[in-house]
Each structure stands twice: as C-alpha cells, then as structure tokens.
C-alpha cells in the first residue's frame, strides 16, 4: 500500500513530499519539511530551531 501525500496548497497540481534529516547531536528529524513535488512549482514548508518558513526557493546545499 502506499501512503498518501497532501496536494500542494500552492500549484494544486502537486503532492507534498516529505523531507527528513538530522539535528546537531545526529538525532533524527522526522518531516523537517515538506516540498511539492512538481519542480516547476517549488513550494516549501520548512521547520529550522522552531520557526516555520514557507515557500522558500529550493536550493542545493553546499555540504
């Protein structure tokens, strides 16, 4: 069975995927944050130290 996504509230044509990773002590943050699926759209939902962001442009990390 597959799990079943939230539609983008930006592009209405998207799903929500969600997106993983870890703190600073290596613990694992589950749904950090949540990106459309449609990369023309490119809707985020991002949670850093506690404040929420919306709709910030993707990137690729410099890491």
């Not at 990369?39 to 442009?57: H, T, Y």
Request: aromatic share 12%; net charge positive; hydrophobic share 35%.
């Amino acid at each position: 069975m597959f799990a079943q996504f939230p539609d983008c509230p930006k592009c209405d044509g998207g799903k929500l995927l969600p997106l993983s990773d870890y703190g600073r002590d290596g613990a694992t943050i589950r749904y950090k944050a949540w990106v459309c699926a449609s990369p023309e759209c490119g809707f985020l939902i991002r949670i850093d130290n506690g404040e929420v962001s919306f709709g910030r442009a993707l990137a690729q990390s410099r890491k």
